[in-house]
Structure formats: C-alpha cells, structure tokens
T-cell receptor
C-alpha cells in the first residue's frame, strides 16, 4: 500500500545550521506530495507541496523537490531559526484517493 | 481571514459518555475531513464528506460517526469513548477531491477520556 517514511527524530541543530529532513514514499501512479508543520499544541499547517515529478515546492526558506526516480521529497532549509522548532510531517495524497498518508513526523529543535 | 475553526480546543469526557466535537469553515470548501492523531503518531483519516456524501475509511470503528448539516459545519460524534480514543482530532477541508488539492487543517481538539 501507499506509505511515507521519514527520517527519525528528534533532530537538534544550532541556529543558522543547514537542515535536511529525508522523506521517501511508496505509491502507485502519481501522488501529490506535501510537507506539513505542527507547532506545539496546534494543528497542521501546510508548508509546501509539489504535484508532479521535478516540481519544487518552496515557502519560508524551505524547499523540497519531487523526485520520482528516487521516490523522495526531502525537506531543506539553508539557515534555520529557533522559530522553526516544530514537528514536520511528510505526506502524500495517492492518485485518485482522498486521504493524506502521513509519515511518522520528525521533531526538530533549534537551539540559539 | 478564511479559516478552519475547531471547538473546543480541549475536551474532557468520561469513559462511555458520548461526546461531540465541532468543526466549522469559512473557506466554502466542498470537502471536510476528520483525522485522529494519537500521541507522537501520524494523523489518520477517519472519514470525509464531499458535500453531503459521507465516505468512511474501512478501518474506522463504528463508535465514530459524523454529521454535516450544511457546508460550513461538520461534527464528530464518539458514541462511547474508550481510553484508547484519547487523541488530537483534526478537521481539514479542501476545495475539491482532486489529488492536487491542498487540505487545510484546523488547530485540533485534544480529547481526554477519564
């Protein structure tokens, strides 16, 4: 079935460090791919998305590229801030399906 | 601002006592979803409505029901909550059913079962 595998956390970085959170997926057809962020005690917020191969999603300095050949959608940011501390979820929406299939989430902590 | 609103943010209920969680949206979206997120786990879809058409996920327990009286509101009813139903419940909406559509989430209701 469809699934998403994320880099296990927690991840702890210093401010201004480079961030990569790995995400790979298994799906038939052409799923859409998403990154959501969840701040403590809050719901999920869409961070970025890509709907076809080679698309790059970007927002707030975060980027991810839909790589069909490696079935990956890794999240990157060049210089993280303390305010980026949150749980990050990679998700896919299978072609023709309504639900989002989420990865387990990666907790990110940025220290000043 | 257009948004997805969930009330209450925190709900405490007793074992076996029916409880209803509420979601409303000002986005005028056709689709509304309910997800369950247990502690340190990924959200899991329970069901969704496309307009008035209800779609249940195959593994959603019968204890969970939903109502959508109009476009703006959707309710999650838990008929007899068990301790294992303690979780964050997330409501989401999307404009349509296409796979490229973004789902917009509310802040969630955290349910505690005593």
């Amino acid at each position: 079935g469809d699934s998403v595998t994320q880099m296990e956390g927690p991840v702890t970085l210093s401010e201004e460090a480079f961030l990569t959170i790995n995400c790979t997926y298994t799906a038939t057809g052409y799923p859409s791919l998403f990154w959501y962020v969840q701040y403590p005690g809050e719901g999920l917020q869409l961070l970025l998305k890509a709907t076809k191969a080679d698309d790059k999603g970007s927002n707030k300095g975060f980027e991810a590229t839909y790589r069909k050949e490696t079935t990956s959608f890794h999240l990157e940011k060049g210089s993280v801030q303390v305010s980026d501390s949150a749980v990050y979820f990679c998700a896919l929406r299978p072609q023709g399906a309504q639900k989002l299939v989420f990865g387990q989430g990666t907790r990110l902590t940025i220290n000043p | 601002d257009a948004m997805v609103i969930q009330n209450p943010r925190y709900q405490v209920t007793q074992f076996g006592k029916p409880v209803t969680l509420s979601c409303s949206q000002t986005l005028n979206h056709n689709v509304m979803y309910w997800y369950q997120q247990k502690s340190s786990q990924a959200p899991k879809l329970l069901f969704h409505y496309y307009d008035k058409d209800f779609n249940n996920e195959a593994d959603t327990p019968d204890n969970f029901q939903s109502r959508r009286p109009n476009t703006s509101f959707c309710f999650l009813d838990i008929r007899s909550p068990g301790l294992g139903d303690a979780a964050m419940y997330l409501c989401a909406t999307s404009r349509g059913l296409a796979g490229t559509e973004t789902q917009y989430f509310g802040p969630g209701t955290r349910l505690l079962v005593l």
